[in-house]
């Protein structure tokens, strides 16, 4: 067991920290959180600045336009942009972490080159169309319709709590391609261009006041049948290999920034004389506690992945759940060093408090990631 | 590429924390537990046996008979203790061989230690660290853990107390894992309304959430062991108690009434979690040590 870096790894790091110094005075200010346009050019801008300095796609693979690097670098760039306070991946998310992997995985090598590179380069957002009304934990219950109709497939149905969906150029789509076969053998992963004639996106309000997703309504919509990716009523277990992409990585950078947040409330605290309440320094003294068990938690995966070449461990269940719980007891504790402010949306950490009562539900609930642990790591039996 | 950061277990871990689940499993399985609780005393034969195997000279020098591995492996042995609810004074043994008090590496001598205003197993020891004059028994709650409390808390600490927080930490990680285990292995075999307790989602979320300490308890307690950094040591006692004293409620309850029995295990598991608890000293101890490093850069900060 060992927590030091190699002398590569380290010097990676040195010469990620430099560009970050060099280049982070350079970018524009911030977009109001309401102009999601402006928010799209932020975030695509700094894609850009990666993209030119050689960090993009930095964990995908080299024929997929990626930098191969190792977990333990990807470790190495979330962590120190996060410090750095760059930009997050923001309306990029899509894109870089789940539909781009996943036609790096499964896609043929015309459909490669013909999307990765602009979500590389910073050119194009992509949003996830996976749930809908009926299918939310469910997933496999989806019921968005694909019928063939020569070259195309003709879509209808409807998707919702998608994120992004406004500014984005494309969607990864879950279709159901075949009603008759049980439920995770009836679907196909197609993209589907946000622009085609028939895709209404009405945006939903989130509980924060945002307008981050979107309902999308699917009349008649054309889509290429040269743009499915993997084989048609395969598109279960092409999106699954996506979520095992996932090498331990996902929190990185949130991790770090709660750490940072819980420093911050310290010293609130201690400015505003709440530091002199026992309860209040014992709750904080415990979210430290979690919050490095986290982080240790965080190298310990991604040591795992880094061993078995990639293929995730178990600990991303296991991680999800402790994370999103912990995130939200931060927040909370925000509120009592704030006292009455907390109910002042312009102090901050109160939009943040209200933005982690999602971190429960979004990607897989906390009872679904239970079920998760008990049934696939511990092997108890499956539920009716 | 060189190697990699690895914060996993080397080879010679694995093989180190294998060797030690084998030696503790077939010298002290569950019959020789279960008999200890009838035998009151301490198995001077088994302790010697610990000795020669080398359980409390684990981080003495390779020269001075140790076997000259690390905090890592202690904390590695010190779990599989856990696991087993292994009798006896051993985080002070061990701690005590370190500090080259005659006969502890070899288990010729018990010495036990002053921690937290209790000794444990005093009428068996040979030496006692810390003052504890005018020791008092009590009748402890703990069948396998005899206890004496010190009027006015021992006096002073000695220096290593925060060695003896994190292989107390590494004890209660590993009582976690097995309560864990065997919640999960009476969920599959108990069967009510024809199907096994396990299936129903109740009974599996508590299963989860006790991985869920477990996990995150070893990932704080393996770190402090590979930094031996006092914060990283005080967070790894917070999530290790955590996962013990919660990780056996919930296996009591999935145990039904069989939990509350004294022949099921479950209750030693939680008595020895609330002795180890204790033995750490005060929780807001720990808890304020890593409140005054949320301020550790601020100039004239105090707590
Ligand atoms: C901020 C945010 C962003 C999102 N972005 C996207 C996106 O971009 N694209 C996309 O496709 N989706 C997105 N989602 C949707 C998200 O994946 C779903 O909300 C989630 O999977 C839960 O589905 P649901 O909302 O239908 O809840 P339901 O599945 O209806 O669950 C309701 C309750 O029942 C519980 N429950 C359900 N099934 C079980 C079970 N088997 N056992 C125990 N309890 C159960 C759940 O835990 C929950 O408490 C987003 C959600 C949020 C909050």
């Known amino acids: ?384 | 590429m060189t190697r990699p950061v690895h914060f996993q277990l080397t080879d010679d871990q694995r093989a180190l924390r294998d060797g030690v689940r084998e030696l503790l499993e077939g010298r002290f399985g569950r019959q020789a537990l279960r008999t200890a609780l009838d035998t009151p005393g301490l198995d001077r034969t088994l302790w010697r046996e610990l000795g020669e195997a080398g359980f409390f000279a684990l981080r003495l020098p390779e020269a001075e008979g140790g076997v000259g591995v690390g905090l890592p492996e202690a904390v590695l042995a010190f779990e599989q203790a856990g696991r087993v609810l292994l009798p006896g004074p051993l985080v002070a043994t061990h701690l005590a061989a370190d500090a080259r008090v005659p006969g502890a590496a070899t288990g010729e001598a018990v010495v036990t230690a002053v921690q937290g205003g209790l000794v444990e197993w005093l009428d068996e020891a040979d030496v006692v660290r810390g003052d504890a004059s005018g020791a008092v028994p009590l009748r402890s709650v703990d069948p396998l853990t005899p206890l004496h409390r010190v009027p006015d808390g021992g006096g002073t600490a000695p220096p290593d107390v925060p060695l003896a927080v994190l292989l107390t930490a590494a004890e209660q990680l590993g009582s976690a894992s097995r309560t864990c285990e065997l919640a999960v292995q009476h969920a599959r075999t108990r069967e009510q309304f024809g199907r096994p307790v396990g299936a129903f989602q109740a009974v599996k979320h508590l299963c989860a959430g006790m991985l869920e300490r477990v996990g995150t308890a070893r990932a704080a307690v393996y770190a402090a062991a590979v930094t031996a950094d006092p914060l990283d040591i005080a967070a790894a006692r917070l999530l290790a108690d955590e996962a013990a004293l919660h990780g056996a409620r919930d296996c009591l309850q999935v145990h039904g009434g069989m939990g509350f029995t004294w022949e099921s295990d479950v209750h030693l598991h939680l008595k020895r979690a609330w002795v180890r608890a204790r033995r750490s000293g005060d929780v807001t101890e720990s808890e304020e040590i890593l409140a005054g490093d949320l301020l550790a850069d601020l100039p004239g900060a105090t707590v």
């Open chain 1, 1 to 384: 067991m060992d927590l030091t870096y190699t002398p590569e790894e380290e010097e990676f790091r040195a010469r990620l920290r430099e560009w970050l110094a060099a280049v982070l005075p350079t970018l524009p200010p911030k977009p109001p959180p309401e102009d999601w346009p402006a928010r799209r050019a932020y975030d695509l801008g700094w894609q850009r600045m990666l993209y030119d300095a050689g960090y993009a796609g930095l964990h995908w693979p080299v024929d997929a336009g990626g930098r191969g690097a190792t977990p333990t670098q990807h470790l190495i760039f979330l962590e120190e942009t996060e410090q750095a306070g760059a930009p997050y991946v923001g309306a990029g998310f899509v894109g870089l972490l789940h539909a781009g992997p996943t036609i790096a995985a499964e896609g043929t090598a015309e459909q490669r080159a013909r999307w990765l590179p602009p979500i590389l380069r910073g050119e194009q957002v992509w949003c996830q169309g996976f749930s809908e009304p009926d299918a939310g934990s469910d997933l496999a219950a989806l019921r968005t319709r694909a019928r063939r109709d020569g070259d195309d497939y003709v879509v209808s149905g409807s998707k919702i709590w998608t994120s992004h969906a406004e500014v984005a150029d494309w969607c990864e789509l879950l279709v159901r391609t075949d009603p008759s076969a049980p439920k995770h053998r009836g679907i196909t992963w197609l993209a589907m261009p946000m622009d085609a004639p028939g895709i209404t996106v009405r945006p939903l309000k989130t509980l924060a006041g945002s307008a981050e997703f979107a309902e999308v309504f699917l009349d008649e919509v054309r889509v290429p049948v040269g743009h499915r990716v993997g084989a048609e009523n395969d598109g279960w277990r092409v999106t699954m290999v996506t979520l095992s992409f996932e090498r331990g990585t996902a929190f990185v950078g949130e991790v770090i920034a709660c750490r940072r947040v819980l420093g911050e409330l310290a010293r609130e605290a201690r400015k505003n004389g709440r530091w002199d309440d026992p309860a209040l320094r014992r709750r904080l003294g415990r979210l430290n506690a979690e919050f490095r068990a986290l982080w240790r938690l965080t190298q310990w995966n991604v040591s795992e992945a880094e061993r078995s070449g990639g293929v995730p461990g178990a600990g991303g269940s296991v991680f999800k759940l402790r994370y999103s719980h912990a995130r939200q007891e931060l927040y909370d504790a925000a509120a009592d060093v704030l006292g009455a402010q907390a109910l002042d949306l312009d102090r901050p950490w109160v939009p943040d408090r209200l933005s982690s009562l999602s971190y429960t539900i979004a990607a897989g609930t906390s009872q679904i990631q239970r079920n998760i642990v008990a049934e696939r790591i511990l092997g108890l039996p499956k539920g009716r």
